[in-house]
């Protein structure tokens, strides 16, 4: 059995920047709007960088939420909510799909569509991560 979706624990990662604006997901056949299954809303692909405490590397994720982002702006701090990882394999092609519940500018409030207990760090846990070696800071 395939486990459908992988949660991922935020409080390892050093912060979220914002790379790419929010863009409608559309389908490249039909060039229609595709719709999250659970809410109906609009997925939207925003584009992060994300490091690694004590790690030189960034890592690019495209992440899929439902409803359009506002607020955002490219290199901005942004928190992430419940972030989750989708294996896939189709038509032998594989890969990983990032989706989360939703994605705010830091000190933005918590969105109604996302859990309060899993924000992404914030700006400030980040630089308590950088300023502690990476350990846990504490959670807004």
């Known amino acids: 059995m395939t486990m459908r979706t992988i949660p991922i624990d935020l409080g390892k990662l050093a912060g979220f920047t914002l790379a790419l604006v929010p863009e409608l997901y559309a389908d490249r056949e039909t060039g229609e709007a595709r719709t999250d299954r659970n809410s109906g809303l609009p997925i939207y692909l925003v584009g992060v960088n994300v490091s690694l405490p004590e790690e030189r590397e960034a890592y690019a994720l495209t992440i899929r939420v439902p409803g359009e982002p506002t607020g955002l702006e490219l290199n901005q701090v942004v928190k992430v909510y419940d972030l989750v990882a989708v294996p896939w394999d189709r038509d032998g092609r594989s890969g990983i799909t990032y989706r989360a519940s939703a994605i705010t500018p830091v000190g933005a409030p918590v969105p109604a569509s996302a859990s309060a207990a899993s924000p992404g760090p914030s700006a400030t846990q980040t630089e308590a ?8 800071a504490s959670r807004e």
């Open 129 to 136: 991560g950088r300023a502690t070696g990476g350990r846990a």
